[in-house]
């Protein structure tokens, strides 16, 4: 099934201890470049988020966002700043000797001065945590590539419905370029006919017909119009897979209008010129909506 590179899917995971989500959003680029904003407690599970994001999706421009809520109970200590301890004993010390004060207990009086005693959380193994947020991660990749498969749906039946205007474009190009060469030919005989008449010279049948050779030569078009069907053939083809289609798209429309410039080039005629400017109109509109397929 064809996919678009468009999308947004939102998973969520919670439990007593935490709960995570996963917000993604996709637009299309030629790369598949993913950028994740989230805690920076999370930051050594980046490499499974990406690589998690990685197998889902091929191609696009990925932003992935993910908040994270920790209803479980700190784990604290207590951390004695032992070199400021020292320091505030050694000044109390000198200042009992300087004011003559009987010596006391200080141990209390100097746990009580700013930062000896420090409170510090310790942190849990966040790796632990991984299956809950790889299962949010999975739901919003899950709803993000429902979207893409709708979304890649509907430009497969309009893509589509193109090549068929463009497969009927080319019919009419097949049934006119014969008769463009024998049309030549008869105005060049009746041409030739008039001019010489006003001569007395009599028609010299067998250098028109060699003139219109040539020109019939020049014109023709057959194995631009065999590779033009060939390369619509293979563009059909292709929006039925199921793999990543959007790069082998865009190479396979880009011959498809080389072929059309040169039959363009090659026949002078009005009705040929007139649908030629309308197939790469078509051409224009299928590029842009290959530009969203993954």
């Given amino acids: 099934m064809l996919k678009s590179m468009t999308g947004f899917g939102r998973g ?88 003559e004060l009987p010596s006391g207990e200080t141990g209390s009086l100097i746990a009580r001065y700013p930062d000896v005693l420090k409170v510090e959380e310790i942190a849990d193994d966040i790796t632990e945590a991984w299956p809950k947020l790889e299962a949010a991660t999975r739901t919003a990749l899950s709803n993000l590539m429902d979207m893409r498969l709708a979304e890649g749906a509907n430009i497969q039946k309009d893509l589509l419905g193109r090549i068929d205007v463009l497969v009927t474009h080319i019919r009419f190009i097949e049934e006119r ?77 880009q011959e498809v209008n080389r072929e059309t410039n040169t039959i363009g080039s090659k026949i002078n005629d009005y009705s040929v010129a007139n649908v030629v400017v309308e197939i790469k109109s078509e051409i224009e509109k299928i590029r842009e909506q290959i530009q969203n397929i993954e």
């Fill in 177 to 253: 370029a014969p008769k463009i060469a024998e049309e030549y030919r008869e105005k060049l005989m009746s041409r030739m006919r008039d001019v010489l008449a006003t001569v007395s010279v009599e028609t010299d049948e067998v250098r028109i017909l060699q003139e219109a050779a040539l020109f019939a030569d020049k014109i023709n078009i057959t194995e631009e119009l065999v590779r033009l069907n060939s390369h619509l053939m293979q563009l059909k083809e292709t929006l039925c897979s199921d793999a990543a289609v959007g790069r082998k798209l865009d190479f396979i429309i």
């Fill in 12 to 99: 969520e995971y919670m439990d007593a201890e935490h709960r995570f989500i996963v917000e993604i959003k996709a637009v299309n680029n030629r790369y598949n470049e993913i950028v994740i904003r989230m805690p920076k407690m999370l930051a050594s599970l980046e490499d499974k988020i990406r690589r998690t994001v990685s197998n889902v999706l091929a191609r696009g421009r990925i932003d992935v966002y993910i908040t994270l809520d920790d209803f479980g109970q700190k784990k604290r200590t207590v951390r004695v700043d032992k070199e400021l301890a020292i320091a505030y004993h050694k000044a109390m010390n000198e200042l009992r000797e300087l004011l």
